[in-house]
């Protein structure tokens, strides 16, 4: 590998003690560890150095027909790991708590080949909010569900306000730091990750369409928990930081256009569920 191959290479911390020296491509590809997910071009794996456990994202590249496939459809392919690193990076600056990224490589030019690797520190003592509201064996009390809300609408609105917008913005992506529980149902609000941001996007500002879909996406993951209504108006009143009378009147088409895309969603999973293809 020659040194005009890599495009970027940046590591933090320990990882710098670990790996000063060495071919951190090679170390990178080679790393042993239980494998969380793994699809065409990407790899995500848990591995340890001495006591700490990380999560290694590996992109090797999907190949000019999918960036094709995509393209035709209107889609941007995802070909690396630097929009997830860029957007890791903006977190603690709005003020969203997500992953820790420590380390973050990538060579070669030509995007179908591409070849890069995201590096974050393991979340201790989290579980993905949909599984939490699933597990429970009575519904969230009003006050409950209602600091719920708002703290989802809080992430949401800071992450768009900041031009990011997240493509897979669903509850699962949301973890819940189980210490935070106990507080959160005596008054204080829940201590929420939001993660999975491999396809973010990161503009000066969000267009119309990421909106729509990152909103409905959210909608649509949450209406197998009790939602009403009523909540997707508290929602709303938190998102837009303003009377709902004011948001129906100011945004009426862009809502529209969230509640058709949020139906939708909904037709497909059915046509899934249908075919056996959903549990």
């Not at 992450?159 to 669903?170: A, E, K, M, T, V």
């Not at 819940?176 to 503009?203: F, N, T």
């Not at 928990?225 to 837009?240: A, E, I, M």
């Amino acid at each position: 590998m020659t040194e005009k191959a890599i495009r970027a290479l940046v590591l933090h911390d320990e990882l710098q003690a670990y790996w000063q020296g060495k071919d951190v491509f090679a170390l990178v590809q080679h790393l042993e560890g239980d494998v969380a997910r793994k699809v065409d071009g990407r790899e995500t794996r848990r591995f340890l150095l001495g006591n700490t456990a990380y999560y290694r994202k590996l992109h090797t590249g999907v190949g000019w027909l999918e960036i094709l496939k995509n393209l035709i459809r209107f889609r941007l392919p995802v070909i690396g790991a630097r929009n997830e690193w860029q957007a890791l990076n903006r977190m603690p600056a709005i003020g969203i708590a997500s992953l820790e990224p420590v380390g973050f490589g990538e060579k070669y030019t030509n995007p179908a080949r591409r070849l890069s690797f995201l590096i974050t520190r393991e979340l201790q003592g989290t579980l993905q909010l949909d599984h939490y509201l699933a597990a429970r064996t009575e519904p969230l009390r009003f006050d409950q569900k209602l600091r719920l809300i708002e703290k989802i609408a809080e992430i949401s609105r800071k992450l768009h306000g900041d031009g990011i917008n997240h493509r897979d913005f669903y509850l699962c992506h949301f973890m819940l730091e189980m210490a935070s529980v106990e507080a959160w149902l005596q008054g204080s609000e829940p201590l929420l990750y939001l993660v999975d941001l491999h396809r973010a996007q990161v503009r000066r500002c969000v267009p119309e369409r990421w909106l729509v879909k990152d909103i409905a996406s959210l909608l649509f993951s949450a209406n197998g928990f009790s939602l009403t209504r009523r909540d997707c108006y508290r929602f709303l009143r938190h998102y837009f930081s303003a009377p709902l009378s004011q948001i129906m009147q100011q945004h009426s088409s862009l809502l529209k256009k969230i509640s058709q895309r949020s139906a939708q969603l909904e037709r497909r999973e059915q046509r899934l569920i249908a075919r056996g293809l959903r549990g």
